[in-house]
């Protein structure tokens, strides 16, 4: 007997083991992190400090950099309207519960609106069972390449940390996470990477059957997110329209070069903890960073955040045009790799 | 003086400023300065005050009813 969810055991060291928000205990621990952001010294204290003291400041700010802060863009408002939306909707809902659909290309903010999307509903679950410790409100899953309705059922299992046999068979699996899911009052279950699912394929659709069985089964509201779902054929064919029948919806994309694109960078600087940066740098090469990114939020981010990481670590304390002209980014994104 | 002299006369009056060699030169404006420039010549276009998104706080937007 394993437990589904041992899989991926931390290791011993908390700050070097990694966080898998498809397990309860990761899920949880970022769902009660409020992230914080380092406060900038004066000059003459930062450079009175000795080399341990300077080694701790400096691993603060590392550590805020290679996060920076989540941008409440005008998707992610939208999703979260929508996803409370939804929590209303379904909560007295006997049947054809209405779920959230969320599609776009790679790098668009998809997982990031749907993790906060849960944080904030589990959050507010919180706040109305204040006493309810035992209660998972929000599930997160992401479905695996090439899926089959056990490897889905198996999915949920890990994230509860279900006990799973390898004789366990998929209705043993499905009533397990059933149970649980009922006895502990979940309210939403987000399913990321839903592209993988393809109902062309006898598997996928079976995949597809299994979520909407939990779908009925159980009192919640879902939300997907995958890649341009309905090129991946999610929406085809006649389980394709009873999901297209009870999902509302949003789609992610690129920023254009205009005021919102200049806004979200301003937020992104405004975040930077450096020394001798100059405020507004960034946003003067708000059309040089578009170039390089895509108008991508996902490769916007990895670019400031490895400046800014950069800056850190040589010493130079500020991001200038220099710094991400250094910086390899994604290789869509970036016009240098595009065929001229 | 004849009547071309006097003409010649009265043309150079009407064309020379009236002022002395004694006064003092006219303060000649300022030109505006060039505007600095950029440390990496890479100023994409003019500065205006670029009003940042907020910060997403999944905690703040529990409180709200709506």
Redesign the interface.
């Known amino acids: 007997m394993t437990a589904a969810g041992s899989r991926e055991a931390p290791g011993a060291d908390s700050e070097e083991s990694f966080r898998q928000l498809t397990t309860l205990t990761g899920w949880r621990e970022f769902v009660s992190e409020r992230p914080s952001v380092p406060d900038l010294l004066p000059a003459t204290e930062w450079k009175a400090l000795g080399d341990e003291a300077r080694d701790d400041y400096d691993e603060a700010r590392l550590a805020h950099h290679a996060r920076l802060l989540t941008v409440a863009t005008p998707v992610m408002q939208q999703v979260i309207t929508e996803g409370r939306r939804l929590q209303y909707l379904n909560r007295h809902a006997d049947a054809g519960r209405c779920g959230l659909l969320l599609s776009g290309p790679a790098r668009t903010g998809k997982t990031t609106c749907l993790a906060q999307l849960g944080k904030t509903i589990e959050t507010m679950h919180h706040r109305r069972h204040p006493h309810a410790a035992g209660h998972i409100p929000v599930l997160y899953i992401t479905v695996p390449p090439a899926a089959t309705p056990r490897m889905i059922a198996v999915e949920f299992a890990r994230f509860l940390g279900l006990p799973l046999t390898r004789r366990s068979n998929v209705t043993d699996v499905l009533e397990s996470v059933c149970g649980v899911c009922l006895d502990a009052r979940t309210t939403l279950v987000c399913v990321d990477e839903i592209h993988n699912v393809n109902l062309g394929t006898r598997h996928g659709a079976e995949a597809s059957d299994t979520l909407k069985y939990f779908a009925e089964r159980l009192p919640v509201t879902f939300a997907y997110a995958g890649i341009r779902v309905e090129r991946a054929g999610l929406l085809s064919g006649t389980r394709g329209e009873q999901i297209a029948g009870r999902f509302s919806m949003m789609r992610t994309g690129p920023f254009g070069r205009g005021q919102q694109w200049e806004s979200l960078i301003a937020a992104l600087e405004d975040s930077l903890r450096l020394h001798h940066h100059s405020d507004g740098t960034l946003v003067e090469l708000s059309s040089y960073l578009h170039s390089r990114s895509g108008g991508m939020i996902g490769s916007l981010l990895r670019l400031i955040r490895s400046a800014a990481i950069q800056a850190v670590l040589d010493g130079s304390e500020a991001i200038t045009k220099a710094t991400p002209e250094s910086i390899p980014v994604d290789i869509a994104s970036d016009d240098k790799n595009k065929p001229r | 003086m004849n009547k071309r002299d006097r003409r010649v006369a009265a043309r150079t009056k009407a064309t020379v400023p009236a002022v002395s060699p004694q006064d003092p030169p006219a303060p000649v404006p300022d030109e505006p300065a060039p505007p600095p420039p950029?440390?990496?010549g890479?100023?994409?276009?003019p500065?205006a005050k670029?009003?940042?998104?907020?910060?997403?706080d999944?905690?703040a937007?529990?409180?709200k009813r709506?």
């Open positions: 950029d440390e990496d890479s100023r994409d276009k500065l670029v009003i940042p998104m907020p910060a997403f999944p905690f937007e529990a409180d709506w």
